[in-house]
């Protein structure tokens, strides 16, 4: 049997193009991947099979990062305070600082020199993460599974709604799906209302449509806002797989809150990773010196309607890239994988024990079930009128197109409103 990954007199693939290599090998880089992750993925993005002596080879052709090459220790020393000073509640540990970096930045920084640096420009930091300060969580059992998209977890998040804000009637809401099996955050909108069935039910055809199939089960929690959601799931399953028994194969189950933990977890590493700076950011407008919003003015809600969603979108990707991409920590009695990326198990299932068990099915009939809720997709996913929006684009050009981000959300905010006003 030929050896894919050897050299051994057969064709181990076509060599994609210099700059399609050269992205691909930056991009595995700016997440992390181990070299035998980056074999991986050249083996299944390109085809193309080699050994880890052409890969080494490759990255320095292409002059591609490495945490044994970081820049010299004064722009270190920059770029890691940048991001202790954009972490407003000190949640983030050295890890996740070297993490946000090398993803945003695209700059690579061992963990100890990001931890030097962080002990000598905010100590106090590390007292706040202390684990000693937190409530030890209650005792829960071991999750079982035998593959991804097998059984795909939802939950509404609330903790920037309006009464969470307090600022009038403005709030946020984030649907997320979350993948049993592997881990992987499937999916997380920004949505005006996620306590709408209308809304709940187009974020899971926006994720049907975006894989192109359908999970054997999904889990929620008990409300009324996932009835439609329900209603186009079975309908789907029972086209796509009928085969699959309802009472061996349930394809919708609701729980507890406190029991639906996949996605529950996800919630609190994303307070932890930026949405408690999100949160804190938006209410300085609340500081005696500051009263950027009045929750009176029709135009000030117009105008946080437009800024502060894309805002929170921008945050809540960020997220998902960072979770997906960053290695778990190592649970030696956990049954399902542990200690690897979320991403590699979704991608790579056969070599953790699993299987891909996602059922394919024809977007056309998605269409068609989208067409027949009651509300459209634009109507649910709307945060203000089509008149402001425009208005509020055209501003947002003039300004130069800035970028949407935590700690400079106020600052866009105050410099569209004479223009939208």
Not at 153 to 164: F, M
Not at 334 to 353: C, M, N, W
Request: proline letters at 6%; a positive charge.
């Amino acid at each position: 049997m030929a050896n894919k990954k050897g050299k051994n007199q057969y064709d181990n693939g076509k060599k994609p193009p210099d700059h399609l290599l050269a992205k691909a090998l930056h991009e595995y880089a700016r997440k992390g991947f181990t070299l035998e992750e980056r074999l991986d993925r050249l083996g299944k993005d390109f085809d193309y099979f080699v050994k880890i002596r052409t890969l080494k080879k490759l990255n320095q052709k292409f002059q591609v990062p490495t945490v044994k090459k970081p820049p010299p220790t004064p722009i270190s020393t920059t770029i890691v305070c940048k991001y202790i000073n954009a972490n407003l509640t000190s949640g983030n540990g050295p890890a996740t600082i070297q993490r946000r970096i090398a993803q945003l930045e695209g700059v690579l920084i061992p963990c100890d020199t990001v931890r030097t640096i962080m002990l000598l420009n905010d100590p106090d930091g590390f007292n706040i993460r202390n684990p000693t300060r937190k409530v030890k969580p209650r005792r829960k059992g071991h999750l079982v599974g035998y593959g991804v998209f097998q059984e795909i977890h939802c939950d509404g998040h609330e903790k920037l709604n309006h009464k969470a804000l307090q600022l009038g009637g403005v709030g946020i809401d984030i649907y997320g799906m979350k993948c049993h099996g592997s881990g992987q955050i499937i999916e997380e909108f920004v949505v005006p209302n996620a306590r709408c069935e209308y809304t709940v039910a187009h974020c899971y055809l926006d994720m049907v449509e975006a894989y192109g199939e359908i999970p054997e089960q999904l889990t929620v929690d008990g409300g009324t806002e996932t009835g439609q959601m329900r209603a186009c799931h079975i309908a789907l399953r029972n086209i796509y797989a009928p085969e699959l028994s309802f009472e061996t194969h349930p394809p919708f189950v609701a729980l507890k809150s406190s029991d639906n933990v996949p996605i529950e977890s996800s919630w609190e590493n994303l307070r932890k990773y930026n949405g408690r700076d999100l949160k804190e950011a938006i209410l300085m407008t609340k500081d005696a010196d500051k009263r950027y919003f009045n929750p009176l003015n029709p135009v000030h809600i117009n105008l946080f309607n437009w800024v502060w969603p894309k805002v929170t979108h921008v945050s809540v990707q960020e997220f998902k890239e960072y979770w997906n991409n960053h290695c778990v920590r190592n649970q030696p009695n956990k049954i399902l994988p542990s200690g690897v990326r979320p991403t590699a198990v979704f991608d790579f299932p056969e070599h953790y024990g699993l299987k891909h068990c996602g059922i394919k099915v024809d977007k056309e009939v998605v269409r068609h079930l989208r067409n027949q809720l009651e509300k459209s997709r634009e109507e649910c996913f709307s945060w203000v009128s089509d008149e402001f929006n425009l208005k509020a684009q055209e501003a947002y050009e003039k300004l130069g197109s800035p970028k949407f981000e935590i700690v400079s959300g106020w600052t866009l905010f105050c410099e569209m409103l004479p223009l939208v006003q």
